[in-house]
């Protein structure tokens, strides 16, 4: 099967840096992505890895290496609207392709 | 474009009663998926569909749930009949035939499940 681990939560100023973690365990890996999703809200996408390296959109970066089973989402220059809870997920061929996800970390952003 | 629309937003209903929520996914969309949140903890799969036939439906609970899609459009989940365990966020999601690079699944804004 396919398990991921992230932290539960975090906590952080305006301004600030924030990297989560995630390691993962799964066969035929295909890709590791990332999702926010605010309270009530749908989980919509922000990035995406297939390849070792960083991949970055704007404030938020997202790194992945395939030998260690393990990536992160970095958010820069925090804002209180990225106060939610952020997801990665895996893609594995030996799971049809299907997203598994991670339990989420929710990111609170203060003042 | 419309995005994934799921119907009904919100269900409340009685433990041993049968609930039907819906999804639509984007058109064209072959990939459609199905997700439970409880509780605030992970984002479960449920099911997978490829077009209209089940690509796996390894995460569905058990027999009381029964995914169904229609001429490889919408979907429906039917929980029947409905436990208190059932209570969760249920997300539909889909996303084109070949992930490609991209790899983005679209969320619907999900169905909110309260089983009392």
């Known amino acids: 099967g396919q398990s991921l681990e992230q932290p539960s939560e975090v906590t952080a100023v305006e301004g600030a840096i924030v990297q989560i973690n995630c390691t993962y365990q799964?066969?035929?890996?295909?890709?590791l992505s990332w999702y926010q999703q605010h309270d009530g809200g749908a989980p919509t996408f922000l990035s995406y890895?297939?390849?070792?390296g960083l991949e970055e959109t704007g404030r938020f970066s997202s790194f992945l290496s395939r030998s260690d089973s393990y990536g992160y989402l970095l958010l820069q220059e925090l804002q209180m609207k990225d106060s939610a809870s952020y997801f990665c997920?895996?893609?594995?061929?030996?799971?049809?392709?299907?997203?598994?996800f991670g339990g989420g970390t929710r990111v609170l952003v203060k003042p | 474009e419309a995005g994934v629309t799921q119907f009904p937003s919100h269900s409340v209903i009685e433990k041993g009663q049968t609930v039907t929520l819906r999804c639509d996914p984007i058109s064209g969309h072959d990939n459609l998926y199905w997700y439970r949140r409880v509780m605030g903890k992970e984002i479960k799969f449920l099911l997978h569909f490829v077009k209209e036939s089940k690509q796996d439906e390894s995460g569905m609970p058990n027999n009381r749930f029964l995914a169904e899609r229609t001429g490889g459009t919408y979907s429906t989940l039917k929980v029947q009949p409905a436990e208190l365990e059932d209570s969760g966020v249920y997300f539909c999601a889909s996303s084109p035939q070949l992930w490609g690079s991209s790899a983005e699944a679209f969320f619907g804004q999900g169905t909110r499940l309260t089983v009392v």
């Open positions: 890895n297939a390849l070792d």
């Open positions: 799964t066969s035929g890996f295909y890709g």
């Open positions: 997920a895996v893609r594995s061929t030996a799971a049809g392709n299907k997203l598994t």
